[in-house]
């Protein structure tokens, strides 16, 4: 079973950057055999896939809305996923997760193993 700890959320301004971290754990889980993802869900809105990332770190990928802003990380030594965010907008506020990931038929999907969770909050 895995476990995901997400941190490194907060209050930010517009403009501003955050770093999200997610540490992967569980009895027999290998996260260097995962594809993973970040998802994040705005207040009063579904969850959203943020952005993907390979078992290699060589294929990725970001949703439009932070397309140029993010980048996706991962450290599979230290079992790591990292999501560098800047010039964040107002609209990039919500909680955001992790949780192991699928590349299916040419679509990412983020699975329902997800953690509890960073904050994000982007406002002046």
């Known amino acids: 079973e895995v476990q995901l700890v997400e941190s490194g959320g907060g209050l930010v301004q517009p403009g501003g950057s955050l770093r999200l971290s997610c540490a992967a754990s569980g009895s027999g889980f290998r996260f260097s055999i995962y594809d993973m993802a970040w998802v994040r869900q705005a207040p009063g809105k579904g969850l959203e896939l943020v952005s993907a990332i390979n078992v290699g770190g060589g294929s990725t990928y970001y949703a439009d809305s932070v397309k140029g802003r993010f980048i996706i990380s991962r450290d599979s030594a230290k079992n790591m996923l990292y999501l560098q965010m800047n010039s964040l907008k107002t609209e990039d506020t919500g909680m955001y997760y992790c949780?192991?990931?699928?590349?299916?038929?040419?679509?990412?999907?983020?699975?329902?193993?997800r953690g509890q969770g960073t904050q994000v909050t982007v406002s002046s």
């Open positions: 949780a192991t990931a699928l590349f299916v038929g040419g679509t990412w999907y983020a699975q329902n193993d």
